[in-house]
Protein backbone atom coordinates (compact mmCIF):
# COMPACT_ATOMS: atom_id res chain seq x y z
CA UNK A 1 0.00 0.00 0.00
CA UNK A 2 1.50 3.39 -0.77
CA UNK A 3 2.06 5.81 2.02
CA UNK A 4 -0.93 6.95 3.92
CA UNK A 5 0.63 10.21 4.57
CA UNK A 6 0.27 13.14 1.49
CA UNK A 7 2.56 16.31 1.27
CA UNK A 8 0.12 17.13 -1.18
CA UNK A 9 -2.63 19.49 -0.95
CA UNK A 10 -5.89 17.83 -2.15
CA UNK A 11 -9.03 20.42 -3.36
CA UNK A 12 -11.62 18.09 -4.51
CA UNK A 13 -13.23 14.82 -3.21
CA UNK A 14 -15.14 12.61 -5.01
CA UNK A 15 -17.46 9.43 -2.88
CA UNK A 16 -18.66 6.47 -3.77
CA UNK A 17 -22.45 6.08 -2.68
CA UNK A 18 -23.57 2.18 -1.91
CA UNK A 19 -21.34 0.69 1.13
CA UNK A 20 -19.75 4.10 1.26
CA UNK A 21 -22.33 6.27 2.37
CA UNK A 22 -25.30 4.44 2.43
CA UNK A 23 -26.44 1.02 3.61
CA UNK A 24 -27.68 -0.53 0.36
CA UNK A 25 -26.70 -4.15 1.22
CA UNK A 26 -29.67 -4.09 3.62
CA UNK A 27 -32.23 -3.23 1.24
CA UNK A 28 -30.65 -5.17 -1.59
CA UNK A 29 -30.77 -8.38 0.61
CA UNK A 30 -34.20 -8.09 1.53
CA UNK A 31 -35.82 -7.38 -2.22
CA UNK A 32 -33.79 -10.22 -3.59
CA UNK A 33 -35.04 -12.52 -0.51
CA UNK A 34 -38.90 -11.83 -1.26
CA UNK A 35 -38.38 -12.34 -4.98
CA UNK A 36 -36.77 -15.59 -4.64
CA UNK A 37 -38.91 -16.93 -1.85
CA UNK A 38 -41.83 -16.54 -4.11
CA UNK A 39 -40.08 -17.85 -6.85
CA UNK A 40 -39.57 -21.05 -4.77
CA UNK A 41 -36.17 -20.59 -4.17
CA UNK A 42 -33.78 -20.46 -0.58
CA UNK A 43 -31.94 -16.93 -0.25
CA UNK A 44 -28.58 -18.06 0.26
CA UNK A 45 -26.58 -14.72 2.27
CA UNK A 46 -22.99 -16.57 1.63
CA UNK A 47 -23.90 -16.57 -2.05
CA UNK A 48 -24.59 -13.01 -1.83
CA UNK A 49 -20.62 -12.54 -2.24
CA UNK A 50 -20.61 -13.04 -6.39
CA UNK A 51 -23.09 -10.47 -7.00
CA UNK A 52 -21.12 -7.70 -5.21
CA UNK A 53 -19.89 -4.77 -6.99
CA UNK A 54 -21.92 -5.31 -10.11
CA UNK A 55 -24.12 -2.87 -11.87
CA UNK A 56 -27.99 -3.50 -12.34
CA UNK A 57 -27.60 -5.63 -15.74
CA UNK A 58 -24.42 -7.57 -14.36
CA UNK A 59 -26.08 -8.46 -10.99
CA UNK A 60 -29.78 -9.27 -12.82
CA UNK A 61 -27.44 -12.22 -14.88
CA UNK A 62 -25.45 -13.24 -11.97
CA UNK A 63 -29.01 -13.82 -10.24
CA UNK A 64 -30.31 -15.56 -13.00
CA UNK A 65 -27.61 -18.10 -13.69
CA UNK A 66 -27.10 -18.70 -9.78
CA UNK A 67 -30.94 -19.27 -8.96
CA UNK A 68 -31.57 -20.76 -12.23
CA UNK A 69 -34.19 -18.78 -13.10
CA UNK A 70 -36.14 -18.74 -16.36
CA UNK A 71 -36.34 -14.66 -17.54
CA UNK A 72 -34.03 -12.49 -19.28
CA UNK A 73 -32.09 -10.60 -17.64
CA UNK A 74 -34.94 -7.63 -19.19
CA UNK A 75 -37.89 -9.14 -17.67
CA UNK A 76 -36.10 -9.22 -14.49
CA UNK A 77 -35.10 -6.35 -13.75
CA UNK A 78 -38.36 -5.35 -15.16
CA UNK A 79 -40.21 -7.28 -12.23
CA UNK A 80 -37.82 -6.47 -9.29
CA UNK A 81 -36.45 -2.42 -10.24
CA UNK A 82 -39.90 -1.77 -8.88
CA UNK A 83 -39.54 -3.35 -5.54
CA UNK A 84 -36.07 -1.41 -5.12
CA UNK A 85 -37.81 1.93 -6.25
CA UNK A 86 -40.13 1.68 -3.23
CA UNK A 87 -36.85 1.33 -1.04
CA UNK A 88 -34.76 3.83 -2.32
CA UNK A 89 -35.82 6.57 0.06
CA UNK A 90 -35.49 4.95 3.39
CA UNK A 91 -32.13 3.48 3.09
CA UNK A 92 -29.19 4.49 6.26
CA UNK A 93 -26.83 6.60 6.04
CA UNK A 94 -23.47 4.25 7.12
CA UNK A 95 -21.14 5.41 10.36
CA UNK A 96 -19.96 8.73 9.79
CA UNK A 97 -21.53 9.33 6.12
CA UNK A 98 -23.72 12.28 7.39
CA UNK A 99 -20.61 13.38 9.10
CA UNK A 100 -18.65 13.41 6.51
CA UNK A 101 -20.61 14.87 3.91
CA UNK A 102 -21.40 17.93 6.59
CA UNK A 103 -18.55 18.56 7.23
CA UNK A 104 -16.98 18.71 3.25
CA UNK A 105 -19.37 21.32 2.79
CA UNK A 106 -18.88 23.49 5.53
CA UNK A 107 -15.18 23.37 4.63
CA UNK A 108 -16.23 24.96 0.92
CA UNK A 109 -14.65 21.51 -0.07
CA UNK A 110 -15.63 20.78 -3.73
CA UNK A 111 -17.24 17.03 -3.65
CA UNK A 112 -18.79 14.90 -6.05
CA UNK A 113 -20.61 11.60 -5.73
CA UNK A 114 -19.55 9.38 -8.44
CA UNK A 115 -21.90 5.77 -8.53
CA UNK A 116 -22.71 2.82 -10.75
CA UNK A 117 -26.21 3.33 -9.99
CA UNK A 118 -28.09 4.96 -12.43
CA UNK A 119 -28.41 8.72 -11.66
CA UNK A 120 -32.43 8.98 -11.25
CA UNK A 121 -31.47 5.63 -8.35
CA UNK A 122 -28.95 7.99 -6.87
CA UNK A 123 -31.19 11.31 -6.94
CA UNK A 124 -34.09 9.08 -4.72
CA UNK A 125 -31.49 7.66 -2.82
CA UNK A 126 -29.76 10.47 -1.08
CA UNK A 127 -33.29 12.28 -1.46
CA UNK A 128 -33.90 11.51 2.51
CA UNK A 129 -30.89 12.45 3.69
CA UNK A 130 -30.86 16.42 4.15
CA UNK A 131 -28.61 18.55 2.69
CA UNK A 132 -26.88 15.70 1.09
CA UNK A 133 -27.71 16.50 -3.12
CA UNK A 134 -26.67 20.29 -2.25
CA UNK A 135 -23.50 19.01 -0.73
CA UNK A 136 -22.44 17.85 -4.52
CA UNK A 137 -21.32 20.02 -7.02
CA UNK A 138 -21.57 17.24 -9.42
CA UNK A 139 -23.21 13.79 -9.58
CA UNK A 140 -22.64 10.93 -11.97
CA UNK A 141 -24.20 7.72 -12.56
CA UNK A 142 -23.42 4.95 -14.21
CA UNK A 143 -25.93 5.65 -17.21
CA UNK A 144 -23.66 8.94 -17.96
CA UNK A 145 -20.27 6.93 -19.11
CA UNK A 146 -19.38 4.23 -21.56
CA UNK A 147 -18.29 1.98 -18.80
CA UNK A 148 -19.22 2.17 -14.97
CA UNK A 149 -16.62 0.98 -12.37
CA UNK A 150 -13.21 -0.46 -12.26
CA UNK A 151 -13.00 1.66 -15.57
CA UNK A 152 -12.10 5.03 -14.57
CA UNK A 153 -15.10 7.07 -16.78
CA UNK A 154 -17.37 7.60 -14.14
CA UNK A 155 -14.33 9.48 -11.44
CA UNK A 156 -12.92 11.10 -15.18
CA UNK A 157 -16.82 12.94 -15.49
CA UNK A 158 -16.93 13.84 -12.21
CA UNK A 159 -13.17 15.75 -12.05
CA UNK A 160 -14.37 17.41 -15.31
CA UNK A 161 -17.92 18.45 -13.95
CA UNK A 162 -15.65 20.30 -11.11
CA UNK A 163 -13.41 21.14 -13.01
CA UNK A 164 -10.37 19.81 -11.45
CA UNK A 165 -7.61 18.01 -12.73
CA UNK A 166 -7.82 14.10 -11.75
CA UNK A 167 -4.37 14.56 -9.70
CA UNK A 168 -6.02 17.15 -7.40
CA UNK A 169 -9.19 14.73 -6.36
CA UNK A 170 -9.10 12.34 -3.52
CA UNK A 171 -11.80 9.57 -3.60
CA UNK A 172 -13.41 7.73 -0.75
CA UNK A 173 -14.10 3.92 -1.78
CA UNK A 174 -15.58 1.03 -0.40
CA UNK A 175 -15.18 -1.67 -3.07
CA UNK A 176 -12.24 -2.94 -5.24
CA UNK A 177 -13.70 -1.66 -8.49
CA UNK A 178 -13.97 1.97 -7.50
CA UNK A 179 -10.50 1.38 -6.43
CA UNK A 180 -9.35 0.37 -9.23
CA UNK A 181 -11.08 2.69 -11.04
CA UNK A 182 -10.20 6.06 -8.65
CA UNK A 183 -6.67 4.84 -9.74
CA UNK A 184 -6.88 4.41 -13.09
CA UNK A 185 -8.19 7.99 -13.22
CA UNK A 186 -4.86 9.46 -11.74
CA UNK A 187 -6.41 9.64 -8.43
CA UNK A 188 -5.59 8.98 -4.61
CA UNK A 189 -7.82 6.82 -3.10
CA UNK A 190 -8.97 5.95 0.34
CA UNK A 191 -10.47 2.75 0.67
CA UNK A 192 -13.44 2.06 3.58
CA UNK A 193 -13.76 -2.29 2.36
CA UNK A 194 -16.96 -3.14 3.17
CA UNK A 195 -16.71 -6.91 2.72
CA UNK A 196 -15.22 -8.55 5.92
CA UNK A 197 -11.99 -9.50 6.10
CA UNK A 198 -10.53 -8.05 2.59
CA UNK A 199 -8.15 -5.40 3.18
CA UNK A 200 -5.45 -7.37 1.76
CA UNK A 201 -6.86 -6.95 -1.39
CA UNK A 202 -7.15 -3.06 -1.13
CA UNK A 203 -3.05 -2.67 -1.63
CA UNK A 204 -3.46 -0.58 -4.26
CA UNK A 205 -5.43 1.95 -2.62
CA UNK A 206 -3.13 4.89 -0.84
CA UNK A 207 -4.52 4.84 2.38
CA UNK A 208 -7.25 1.83 4.19
CA UNK A 209 -9.43 2.68 6.94
CA UNK A 210 -11.77 0.74 8.86
CA UNK A 211 -14.92 2.93 8.85
CA UNK A 212 -15.21 6.62 7.62
CA UNK A 213 -14.98 7.63 11.22
CA UNK A 214 -11.07 6.96 10.97
CA UNK A 215 -10.81 9.54 8.21
CA UNK A 216 -8.02 11.85 9.20
CA UNK A 217 -8.83 14.41 6.76
CA UNK A 218 -5.47 16.65 7.44
CA UNK A 219 -2.83 13.55 6.22
CA UNK A 220 -4.56 14.77 3.12
CA UNK A 221 -4.52 18.54 3.06
CA UNK A 222 -7.84 18.96 4.09
CA UNK A 223 -9.52 20.72 7.06
CA UNK A 224 -9.42 18.14 10.24
CA UNK A 225 -13.06 17.24 12.14
CA UNK A 226 -13.08 18.91 15.30
CA UNK A 227 -16.28 17.95 16.59
CA UNK A 228 -17.10 15.18 19.10
CA UNK A 229 -18.50 12.02 17.87
CA UNK A 230 -22.23 12.11 18.25
CA UNK A 231 -25.13 9.54 17.89
CA UNK A 232 -25.44 10.76 14.02
CA UNK A 233 -22.73 9.29 13.37
CA UNK A 234 -23.40 6.10 14.56
CA UNK A 235 -27.21 5.35 12.76
CA UNK A 236 -27.16 2.07 14.25
CA UNK A 237 -25.96 2.40 17.78
CA UNK A 238 -22.35 1.29 16.41
CA UNK A 239 -19.97 1.51 14.06
CA UNK A 240 -19.53 -2.10 13.66
CA UNK A 241 -21.47 -3.40 10.69
CA UNK A 242 -20.93 -5.01 7.47
CA UNK A 243 -21.80 -3.57 3.87
CA UNK A 244 -22.60 -4.37 0.80
CA UNK A 245 -22.22 -2.88 -2.96
CA UNK A 246 -25.05 -4.18 -5.45
CA UNK A 247 -26.24 -1.22 -7.04
CA UNK A 248 -29.31 -1.25 -8.66
Known amino acids: MAESRSTRQFSHV ?17 VLKSFLVKEGKTWDSKKAQCLLRKGPYEAAVAVLEEYE ?25 LAGANRLVQHLRSKGVCVALASNSPRENIRAKISCHPGWEESFVAIVGGDEVTKGKPSPDIFVEAA ?20 LAGKAAGMHVIAVPSIPKSTAEFGIADEVINSLLDLRLEKWGLTPFVDCMTQDCY ?7 IYADIVF
Open 14 to 30: ILGLDGTLLNTDYVVQQ
Open 69 to 93: LPYSAEEFLNMITPMFTEKWGNIKA
Open 160 to 179: KRMNSDPSNCIVIEDSLPGV
Open 235 to 241: PFGSKNF
